[in-house]
């Protein structure tokens, strides 16, 4: 059964670690692939999305990482683009391995960021099945491409980060969906909220 956006399960930051953790001693591509999860986990972006950046879409002109990258429309949700944020060093620094060690020596005529093994871009549920795979193999079942975006939501709300700021970050047309499929009282978190006002 497909999942949709929101359905998934979330990974806390440590369970997103193991993930890494896990990639790095498995996969056949640990750099790509740590990089793609990076961008999902840290930056919020969908599966089609990733699948659908370029390389002058998160480089500037001096090729340094954006801070700021602006999705292709035709590969965002509703065709709606928005920005998305490249600052977590981590996301920065994954993807700056992989650009310099794996990306610049790839020969192909394709302007993608991520490349698969034969050197063709992925299509967007290539990359959907590349997320379940990693998450699969890193034994956390039920995870999809999804995953990162929703974690993404789910631990900026335990932070207190305001719904608002949060649908801005998920790039959401309304603050309903934010709210019905990405929201949900975390009773940790209220305990908390009492036990220091």
């Known amino acids: ?16 670690q193991q993930v890494i953790d896990h990639t790095i001693k498995t996969s056949r591509f640990p750099i790509r692939d740590c990089a793609i999860l990076q961008v999902s986990y840290r930056c919020g972006l969908r599966a089609m999305e ?3 950046l370029k390389l002058n879409d998160i480089l500037d002109k001096n090729g340094q990482i954006k801070e700021t990258v ?9 065709h709606r683009g928005g ?8 996301v920065r620094e994954a993807l700056s391995k992989y650009l310099v060690q794996i990306r610049s020596s790839k020969a192909t005529e394709y302007q993608n960021v991520f490349i698969s093994k034969k050197l063709t871009p992925f299509s967007p549920s290539s990359m959907s099945r590349l997320f379940t795979t990693i998450y699969n193999r890193a034994g956390f079942n039920g995870c999809t491409s999804h995953a990162g975006r929703k974690s993404l939501c789910v631990n900026l709300n335990k932070q207190n980060v305001s719904t608002y700021n949060i649908q801005q970050i998920m790039r ?3 603050i309903t969906t934010t709210v019905d499929h990405y929201l949900k009282v975390d009773e940790d978190t209220l305990a908390t909220i009492l036990e220091n006002a």
Do not use: D, V, Y
């Not at 059964?1 to 997103?16: A, D």
């Not at 602006?70 to 509703?78: H, L, S």
């Not at 920005?83 to 981590?90: C, G, L, Q, V």
């Open 172 to 174: 959401h047309a309304s």
């Open 70 to 78: 602006t999705p292709r429309k035709k590969t965002t949700k509703g």
């Open 83 to 90: 920005i998305a944020f490249f600052t977590h060093p981590e």
């Open 1 to 16: 059964m497909r999942l949709h956006e929101g359905q998934s399960k979330t990974l806390k930051p440590e369970e997103f």
């Open 50 to 52: 990733i699948a659908g």
